[in-house]
């Protein structure tokens, strides 16, 4: 979070009253949705609602034994973020502070308050490579230079969005830190590495075009039957313990984005010390660096300030948002936006608000579509194209998907993952339910998929959609009357699909092999699992009973793909072994 | 300390004073009766000219009169190891007659939030000697795992067991570092006497006392006492554990009379509800307590947490449950159907989740087939489970031989596996072992989450030929 700097008018106010995390204050001049610093140990907040002389603060920090009467200090400016070099292996509280750097400055293993810090280093130099010359004209957006910020990534330094633009008359290449100039334009204006932007305000692009590349997660049953698209959204929703957050930890660990942000809003404290324990040991399966150098982490679990919260999504996404103006392939998780939806209603309810549906105000499906609308597939103001694909997690009470965060959230995004307790009970996991779950990206994504896996890649899969839709039917008839009663076709159908939800829907997340799977490893298990359909259904056309089908050894095998190292030539091998075992029994 | 008799309104377990000197918001009241006894409170909200008050043991009796003190504080509980051993209320004070108590320090009850930076991840596996736990749904130290229940079932027996035989491993082999010591911590919210009793009881008779604080607010106790009894004991449980380096484990019980008591206050204040009536910070509130869990690196001690909760009409889509359950890590279900059976503890392991289980399990933690012989016993019990619907419309017979034993599988998972009485302790080995015997009643390839080295190693071939003749 920035710091107010000197030159800020400063009109100070009185507290009025102090309920939880809403304090109003008489007399303070300020606009809305500036940041304000209440009372004697100057918390940090936010203005929501200004009315007569009374004007309405949401206080970030936990406002125990704040008392009428203390002052509270406009800074002038709204809610921002720090920009530049240093967010990547950084790990933030819901403002953008540094929680190892709080953990320093406050010596305690616990949140102290009314400390502040910066959200980069302000101090620390970093080497700058200029990417245009003296006599260069450069208009807002331009990329001026690069600076390698980690191994995987380097970072782009940009004339800010909001400049008027003009020639070089000074740039060059050495270390610098990032509030030193390291660009002088004939307007006079200074360019340095650092930049801030409001956070609820989305970064100027050109054009929000159609995405057609899609986001590869490593999960088969992500890739395989609900793709998302880079520059797309999707939706999580799940009752609890039906895997939520382990989807989310896989899509940060494996999607192929360039850069993941990855925001905790409101959830547990030590899955967020999982993730900030894992990331730097595990390492990005396209570049092979550590994984932590192309994340940023946004840490606000469940018990700190609920205000913070509900800024904690609009951090991550203006921090997305810049890397994407670099023309980088974003991801942003959020888990959960449920969390955030209860943050606004929480505020909402200290407001007196009239409610909405559920207790909810009525902006929130506003708010929500605003924030998924920053997602996309951009050509940037500087001429590149990057994306923010968004990736929310839904907390719906009781796994109840009619409630309004989950419905409200259906209606913009266009990838639906439902996770299903069921499945998770059964400890069938990525728990996702292939019946229920969509996505509106197949369509455009399709030509990828043939271009760059196999060409009948929309076949295969249209072939493994129908097998399991088909076994949904047949499972219906089995419940009533058991399996041996269904004509042998059908009971073939019911073991091949048992095949594919097992062998390629499956995916064993804590397993060092199968917890990423690329693209064509995805389309080898399901088509192996076609070769044994095929073979299969000509063998009990030659009059094999199905029982002598289904026992073969090779068939088990199926179930062992995932966790090989060396998975092409197991199933060349198993291919084999299926179709000839099969034909010994004709 | 400036007194006031400006009373101005008295409504349910609030109390609206006229000041005219700024009050801080959460800071602690005292308002004393025109009989002289004394009454304390807590700040809801503090305007310039008034402030809302929270009175802890009800606001019967208070009058116009009555005068109210601000002690300039918010509330404190004085914290000391000499704790250990003492009984106290559901606000802190000593009622077991003891000695009066003289702190080291007072700490803020509502306790700041531990950096995520500053944790340490929890993977040291703590063994309960419940199979149904170790096996299936680990408890490590520094987790926060509820016990889902309901009126009628034996979650207190449970809690028992698992107080009374929760060991590390490391402990018994007898290098266990000095000074991490085990204490348990009891906070009790409404819950009748009869019940402190049986906890007292057997906190007595097993020794236990002498390493647990026990916080006792009974049913007759004023409701809204029961909003900072939980915060006292896990006040009481951060001092132990990350000054004094004891491994704390809390026991919280019944959280769902701390939400009545959360639902009472926000009625009375007149705030807009959430679902079902309970106020829409309940999840803040209930995160405030359970975060209070966890490890800190480089500091040797850990609060692990078991709230019980009892789930109004069985349904675990209450708001109290379901808020739990997204904050929690993992829960523990006691069934119904299984306490009807009489199988003891009635653990239901299907729905039951331990987040942080994989990471506490393994080689070098507890046994390397652990992972998949947890994976396989889920499979092969969810398989025997749905076709327990099947067999009561087609009959044992229309089933193939495999279904058969998945059914066979299901019930002596029940009998053996999850049936062990409240006063067993199985170590994680017999545990495990039992878990084999078990799967060895399945044929080996039907075996598909088990590596297949492991199968090798464990598998029971002689079992299978046994069930195989007892058949034919």
Known sequence: ?586 | MKEYQTITEISGPLVFVETDEPVGYDDIVEIELSDGETRRGQVLESASDYVAIQVFEGTEGIDRDASVRFLGETMKMPVTEDLLGRVMDGTGQPIDGGPEIVPDERRDIVGEAINPYSREYPEEFIQTGVSAIDGMNTLVRGQKLPIFSASGLPHNDLALQIARQATVPEEEEGDDDEGSEFAVIFGAMGITAEEANEFMDDFERTGALERSVVFMNLADDPAVERTITPRLALTTAEYLAFEKDYHVLVILTDMTNYCEALREIGAAREEVPGRRGYPGYMYTDLAQLYERAGRIEGREGSVTQLPILTMPGDDDTHPIPDLTGYITEGQIYIDRDLNSQGIQPPINVLPSLSRLMDDGIGEGLTRADHADVKDQIFAAYAEGEDLRDLVNIVGREALSELDNKYLDFADRFEEEFVDQGTDTARSIDETLELGWDLLSMLPKDALNRIDEDLIEEHYREDETAETVEAEA
């Open chain 1, 1 to 586: 979070m920035s710091q107010a700097t000197d030159t800020d008018v400063r009109e100070d106010g009185i507290i009025e009253s102090v309920s939880g995390p809403v304090v109003t204050a008489r007399d303070l001049d300020a606009r809305m949705n500036d940041v304000v610093y209440v009372g004697s140990e100057g918390l940090m907040g936010e203005v929501i609602e200004i009315e007569g002389n009374i004007t309405t603060i949401q206080v970030y920090e936990e406002t125990s034994g704040v008392s009428p009467g203390e002052p509270v200090e406009g800074t002038g400016s709204p809610l921002s973020v720090d920009l530049g070099p240093g967010m990547l292996d950084a790990i933030y509280d819901g403002v953008q502070r540094p929680l190892d750097v709080l953990e320093e400055k406050m010596g305690s293993a616990f949140l102290d308050r009314g400390v502040d810090a910066p959200g980069i280093d302000l101090e620390k130099t970093w080497e700058f490579t200029p990417e245009v010359e003296e006599g260069d004209e450069v208009e807002a957006g331009d990329i001026v230079g690069t600076v390698p910020e980690t191994p995987s990534i380097d970072h782009k330094v940009m004339v800010p969005p909001d400049s008027e633009g003009g020639e070089v008359v000074a740039i060059e290449s050495g270390n610098f830190n990032v509030e030193e100039t390291v660009v002088e334009l004939d307007s006079g204006e200074e360019i340095q590495m650092h930049q801030e932007w409001p956070v609820r305000q989305q970064r100027p692009t050109v054009e929000k075009e159609t995405p057609t590349e899609p986001l590869i997660s490593g999960q088969r049953v992500l890739d395989g039957l609900f793709p998302i698209a880079k520059g797309g959204t999707a939706a999580i929703p799940g009752p609890f313990g039906s895997g939520k957050t382990v989807t989310q930890h896989q899509l940060a660990k494996w999607a192929d984005a360039d850069i993941v942000v990855y925001v905790g809003c409101g959830e547990r404290g030590n899955e967020m010390t999982e993730v900030i324990e894992d990331f730097p040991e595990l390492e990005d399966p396209t570049t092979g660096n550590a994984l932590m150098d192309r994340t940023c982490l946004i840490a606000n679990t469940s018990n700190m300030p609920v205000a913070a919260r509900e800024s904690c999504v609009y951090t991550g996404i203006t921090i997305a948002e810049y890397f994407r103006d670099m023309g980088y392939d974003v991801a942003l998780m959020a888990d959960s936006t449920s969390r955030w939806a209860e943050a606004m209603r929480e505020i909402s309810s200290r407001l007196e608000e009239m409610p909405g549906e559920e207790g909810y105000p009525a902006y929130l499906s506003a708010r929500l579509s605003e924030f998924y609308e920053r997602a996309g597939y951009f050509e940037n103001i500087n001429g590149t194209e990057g994306s923010v694909s968004v990736i929310g997690a839904v907390s719906p009470p009781g796994g109840d998907f009619s409630e309004p965060v989950t419905q409200n959230t259906l209606r913009i995004v266009k990838t639906f993952w439902a996770l299903d307790a069921d499945l998770a009970e059964r400890r069938h996991f990525p728990s996702i339910n292939w019946n229920e779950s969509y996505s509106l990206y197949r369509d455009q994504l399709d030509p990828w998929f043939e271009e760059n896996v196999r060409a009948d890649w929309p076949e295969t899969r249209q072939w493994a959609i129908d097998t399991l839709d088909e076994e949904a039917e047949l499972q219906e008839i089995v419940q009533l009357v058991g399996k041996d009663a269904l004509p042998e076709d059908q009971q073939l159908t019911l073991e091949i699909a048992r095949y594919l939800r097992e062998a390629w829907l499956q995916q064993n997340a804590f397993h060092d092999v199968d917890t990423f799977c690329e693209p064509e490893k995805t389309y080898r298990i399901m088509d192996a699992a076609k070769t044994y359909n095929d073979a299969a259904f000509e063998a009990l056309d030659a009059g094999v009973p199905v029982e002598e089908i289904t026992d073969i050894d090779a068939a088990p095998r199926l179930n062992r793909i995932g966790v090989q190292e060396d998975w092409d030539e197991y199933i060349d091998e198993l291919e084999d072994d299926i179709e000839s075992q099969l034909r010994e029994l004709y």
